[in-house]
């Protein structure tokens, strides 16, 4: 290979025998571009653009650039550079700028031009468009990927990097919420979006949509995707409460990434933000204090007289429903296996039909609460309480949850004038997170709704599988996410199915 000085002297022959000189063409583009010799040394199986694009040797963030032989990153690509030492050492010519998109071929520096590179760039930074993104939910084509599998955009397994699978299954739920998909997949919604300066939490934004353009895109080199960038932002926003090495809870972290996001894109009390207007209901709150117990009866009698002590009511709104399990019996079967208890959903709904009564204790009051819902969102989430937390250790509730699939109805909780002006009460599951074992060292896994075929798949870190729509209602559901039907479309094609 010759240096760029030295090849603008030489002289070739072409076709016709006509000397003609290498270097630039009239409009300034090096006549090397498009007819770089080192195409086919490039190899698509090693490269994973999933990963923080820092470069290998300096670990800096700036000016990094993917070797697309080997697949690893360096900084630079001038003289000394650490990409154009790794290009003379290897003899790996062919380097994509990770921030341009650009392609280069070192050490000779030439910028390359060539459209068979388009699904590298793809790979990189897939794009939709609004035609695409509006046919999602109308088609279930399997596509293949360039490792041979074949899979389907959306139903893609994420890498558990050490004990992150608690963030995977809440990250997959919201990627397969269709206006909160689609919002994520067009970064125009939230480019233009001002943050104040020095603050980090428009990162989980941005990478949040990365995440959700990798595991819907149409052409990967292969069929799974790893959270590690969006992870990473979540670690630096949360100010390490969650973490990549150490097992966290699915439902803390829900709650503390929707408030985040909501927060990140704008949103406040008063202003919306696609988060909100997906996922925010709103109920009344009855409240009513109670005398501590240890006091006699009068004494009792006559606080409950008192102004303090009458209920009060009030307004609130919610992003997600927590549901409450029975006590779990603590016998034994004639066999001394404990006995699973199970209860239906509609009995633990009761909690919000403004009539039950539960007791909240805090460290110096009693107070009596009953709860109804007011507005139902388009999406509701319920997420069940399994766990409870004493001074020494967390208990797990093991009790099975049976629910319909489809068709549940949330009227009979709604305010009589909710009751009037909430048109659509009826709702279908769309995901469904399970949580298996012990409290503290289980494992997380979640059953979606492919919209594009109507089909249940089971997703565990990089394992996809189909699964029968009525086995789903024998797990240990932690979190469920519910789509309302909007319309009488939507209520024929349910009754069919």
């Known amino acids: 290979m010759v240096s760029l000085k030295r090849e603008r002297d030489i002289e070739v022959e072409d076709d016709d025998d006509v000397p003609v000189k290498i270097g630039r063409s009239q409009d300034g583009e090096d006549r090397r571009s498009r007819h770089c010799p080192y195409l086919d040394t490039i190899n698509r199986s090693v490269l994973d653009f999933d990963f923080e694009k820092l470069c290998s040797i300096s670990l ?6 993917a070797c697309l032989i080997c697949g690893k990153y360096f900084q630079g690509r001038g003289l000394k550079s650490h990409a154009y030492t790794h290009s003379v050492q290897f003899t790996h010519h062919v380097f994509l700028n990770l921030h341009t998109l650009k392609f280069y071929c070192l050490p000779d520096n030439y910028e390359i031009i060539d459209s068979s590179l388009e699904d590298i760039t793809y790979v990189l930074k897939p794009t939709f468009t609004r035609q695409h993104i509006a046919n999602l939910d109308k088609q279930g084509k399997l596509y293949r990927a360039y490792d041979g599998t ?11 990097i050490k004990a992150n699978d608690y963030a995977n299954v809440v990250l997959q739920a919201l990627s397969n919420v269709p206006p909160l998909r689609n919002y994520f997949l067009e970064e125009e919604n939230y480019r233009g979006i001002r943050r104040p300066p020095g603050d980090i939490m428009f990162l989980l934004v941005q990478r949040f949509g990365e995440l959700m353009r990798k595991l819907w895109n149409p052409r990967n080199f292969k069929a799974h995707v790893s959270p590690h960038e969006m992870l990473q932002a979540v670690v630096l926003c949360s100010k390490k409460n969650f973490q990549i090495t150490k097992q ?9 990434f929707l408030n985040a996001l909501h927060g990140a894109l704008g949103g406040t009390k008063k202003k919306p933000s696609c988060i909100t207007k997906v996922f925010q209901g709103s109920m009344r709150i009855f409240s009513k204090k109670l005398p501590h117990p240890d006091l006699p009866a009068e004494e009792k009698e006559a606080l409950l007289l008192k102004e303090e002590y ?11 429903l ?6 779990a019996p603590l016998y034994k079967d004639e066999k001394e296996q404990l006995i699973i208890p199970q209860v239906p959903l509609f009995n633990i709904l009761g909690k919000f039909n403004g009539i039950t009564e539960k007791e909240y204790k805090t460290y110096k009051e009693n107070f009596l609460k009953r709860f109804q819902l007011t507005r139902l969102p388009p999406y509701l989430i319920f997420c069940i309480k399994r766990f409870t937390k004493n001074n020494f250790f967390v208990e ?11 068709n549940v109805d949330l009227r009979e909780y709604l305010t009589e004038e909710a009751q009037v002006t909430e048109k659509h009460t009826t709702y279908d599951l769309v995901a469904n997170v399970v949580h298996d074992g012990k409290p503290s060292e289980g494992a997380y896994r979640i059953h979606v709704l492919h919209h594009g075929t109507g089909k249940w798949y089971e997703l565990q870190d990089l394992q996809v599988t189909d699964i029968l729509p009525q086995m789903i209602t024998l797990s240990e559901a932690y979190i469920q996410v519910w789509k309302r039907r909007e319309s009488e479309e939507d209520e024929e094609n349910h009754t069919g199915a």
């Not at 800096?60 to 650039?65: K, P």
């Not at 074949?150 to 558990?160: E, F, H, Q, R």
């Not at 209920?311 to 609130?316: N, Y």
């Open 60 to 65: 800096s963030h700036i000016n990094v650039y």
């Open 150 to 160: 074949t899979y389907l955009p959306g139903i893609v397994g994420l890498n558990n």
């Open 248 to 256: 966290g809870d699915a439902v803390e972290f829900l709650s503390w």
């Open 310 to 320: 009458q209920e009060e009511m009030s307004e609130s709104t919610f992003l997600y």
């Open 322 to 327: 927590t549901l409450d399990l029975p006590t």
């Open 396 to 406: 797990k509730n093991p009790t099975i949850v049976n629910f319909p699939i489809t």
